[in-house]
C-alpha cells in the first residue's frame, strides 16, 4: 500500500547534502492554478457581490441572494449546536488561548545614546479575513485556530468565510456555531479564490481586509499568491502532510493510526515514516493494511497511501533519518524514538513537533493548545505557523533630541555622499543652519559641517 525509498548506504551525513526530489512529495502547480482564478479575482473586483452570488451557483451549487450570513443563522446554529460538541469546542478553545495569550510580544524601548531612542512598537492588523476551507470535511477547529490567535493579537475586525452548502446557501452549521461561539458576527458565504478576492477588494457586503489568513485548496494557494500585495497573507497553504521519524521502540500501532489520521484528508496528503528499523516499517505495514480496511474513509485514504507523495524512508541511522525529516521540512513531524526529546531538539525544520508516543498530531489538530495552520510543501524551513504574530505588525519610533543628532549628523552625511544621496546628508545639517547659539553644532556644508558640540 504504501511504497518504500531505500537511502541506507547513500552516505546522507558526508556532506553533500540530501536531494529533496529524493523524497516523497506532492506535485501542487500553483503557478498553473493562477491563470484559473485570475479571471475569477477580476470578476469580484468589478462585480462585487453579484460575482460571489455566481460562483457560489457555479462551484458550490449553492442559490445566494446575498454572501453575509445573518445573524439568525449564528444564533441558531449555537442554539443547535450538540452539546458534547460544544463542550470540546469551549476546551479547544481555552487551551489555545492560554498558549496564544503568551504569543503577545510587549513594545521595548532602546536608549541608543542620551536623548536618541528606538521604541519598536507591535500594532495589530486593523482588519483580517479568516478563510475555513469546506469540501470532504467539516473545520470548526480551523475558525478556532484562526480566530484565537487575531483576538489575543487585539485585531478589532474579524470576518470569517467558509464555502456555501447546496442545500442551506450557508457554511456549515458548526462552522457557524464555532464563530457565534467565538463571538464573531461578520461571517460570509464564499469560498475559493472569489472568498480571497472578497477580502482583496472588499464589496458591498464586505469591507477589504489587509490580511487574509487559513487554510485552503490549490485555488485558494494561487489566489492568495495573485493578490499578495495588495493583501497580506499566512501562507499558501498545499496538501496536509505527517512525517514520522521513528525507531525500533515505536509501536507500529500507533505510527500506522497517525500516518491514517492525516491521510484521511484528502488523497493528495502525504504521510512519510522515516526510520532505520526495516522490522518497524514491515509491522507498519501490516498494520495498515488492517486499519485502513476498517476506517471509514478508506477509499480516500487508500488513494493517499499509495500515491507518490507518501511512503516509507529507510536510512542506516536515526542521525541520517533526522537530515531526511530536516530536508523534508514536514507540515507535522512526530518523533517516536527512544529519548524523543532529544531528537525533537535538534529538529530544525518543521511546521509543529510532536514528541514521543503520547502526542499525536490529531491531538495539535484539536486540543494542544498549539496552531494547525502549518507551513506545507517544505515551507517550513523558511515560513512558521499561524500565531499571535502573525497578525501583528512591529513598528520602529525613532526620537532624538538635537544633541544626540548633532552627536552623529557627520556620520549621516559621510554615509549619504558614499552612497551618492548627498540630500540626505543635507537634511541633517539644514537642522543646524541657523543655529543662534554658534554652539557650533553641525552647519551646512563649509560652515563647521561635523563638528560636536
Excluded at 477589504?208 to 499578495?228: E, F
Excluded at 520602529?396 to 554615509?415: M, Q
Aim: with cysteine; net charge negative; proline share 6%.
Amino acid at each position: 500500500m504504501i511504497s518504500r525509498i531505500d537511502l541506507r548506504g547513500s552516505a546522507l551525513l558526508d556532506g553533500g547534502g540530501l536531494d529533496p526530489d529524493l523524497l516523497p512529495r506532492a506535485e501542487l502547480d500553483v503557478e498553473a492554478a493562477l491563470e484559473k482564478v485570475r479571471p475569477i479575482c477580476a470578476e469580484v473586483q468589478h462585480r462585487g457581490t453579484a460575482a460571489l452570488v455566481e460562483y457560489a451557483r457555479r462551484f458550490d451549487g449553492a442559490e445566494l441572494e446575498r454572501t453575509r450570513v445573518p445573524d439568525s443563522a449564528l444564533e441558531r446554529a449555537l442554539a443547535e449546536l450538540d452539546p458534547k460538541v460544544r463542550a470540546a469546542l469551549e476546551e479547544s478553545v481555552r487551551r489555545a488561548r492560554l498558549v496564544h495569550r503568551e504569543q503577545r510580544r510587549s513594545d521595548s524601548t532602546v536608549r541608543v545614546v542620551p536623548g536618541g531612542t528606538v521604541t519598536e512598537r507591535w500594532v495589530p492588523v486593523e482588519r483580517v479575513g479568516l478563510y475555513v476551507p469546506g469540501g470532504r470535511a467539516v473545520y470548526p477547529s480551523s475558525v478556532v485556530m484562526n480566530v484565537v490567535p487575531a483576538q489575543e493579537a487585539g485585531v478589532e475586525s474579524l470576518a470569517v468565510t467558509s464555502p456555501p452548502r447546496p442545500d442551506t446557501g450557508l457554511p456549515h452549521p458548526t462552522v457557524l456555531a464555532t464563530c457565534a461561539l467565538l463571538g464573531v458576527d461578520e461571517v460570509f458565504a464564499a469560498g475559493g479564490a472569489q472568498a480571497v478576492a472578497m477580502f482583496a477588494y472588499g464589496t458591498e457586503e464586505c469591507r477589504p481586509a489587509q490580511l487574509v489568513t487559513g487554510p485552503g485548496n490549490i485555488y485558494v494557494a494561487a489566489a492568495k499568491r495573485l493578490l499578495k500585495g495588495r493583501i497580506g497573507i499566512d501562507s499558501e497553504a498545499g496538501p496536509t502532510e505527517i512525517a514520522i521519524l521513528a525507531d525500533d521502540t515505536a509501536d507500529p500501532a500507533h505510527v500506522a493510526a497517525d500516518l491514517i489520521s492525516q491521510a484521511e484528508h484528502d488523497p493528495m496528503a502525504a504521510a512519510v515514516l522515516v526510520t532505520p528499523s526495516e522490522a518497524l516499517a514491515d509491522a507498519v505495514d501490516a498494520e495498515l493494511a488492517v486499519r485502513v480496511a476498517a476506517t471509514r474513509h478508506r477509499e480516500r485514504i487508500t488513494e493517499a497511501l499509495s500515491g507518490q507523495q507518501s511512503g516509507t524512508v529507510l536510512v542506516d541511522s536515526l542521525d541520517e533519518g533526522l537530515a531526511v525529516v530536516n530536508a523534508y521540512a514536514a507540515e507535522h513531524l512526530e518523533i517516536q524514538t527512544a529519548d524523543a526529546a532529544g531528537w525533537a531538539a535538534r529538529v530544525r525544520n518543521a511546521g509543529a513537533v510532536f514528541v514521543g508516543p503520547h502526542a499525536p498530531v490529531s491531538l495539535g489538530d484539536y486540543c494542544a493548545g498549539s496552531n494547525h495552520v502549518l507551513p506545507t510543501g517544505g515551507c517550513a524551513c523558511h515560513s512558521s505557523g499561524l500565531s499571535v504574530q502573525s497578525f501583528l505588525r512591529g513598528i520602529h519610533v525613532v526620537d532624538y533630541s538635537r544633541e544626540a543628532l548633532a552627536e552623529v549628523a557627520e556620520h549621516v552625511r559621510v554615509l549619504a555622499e558614499a552612497e551618492d544621496l548627498p540630500a540626505h546628508g543635507e537634511a541633517v545639517s539644514a537642522r543646524f543652519e541657523r543655529d543662534p547659539a554658534g554652539s557650533g553644532a553641525p552647519g551646512p556644508r563649509g560652515s563647521g559641517a561635523g563638528e560636536r558640540p
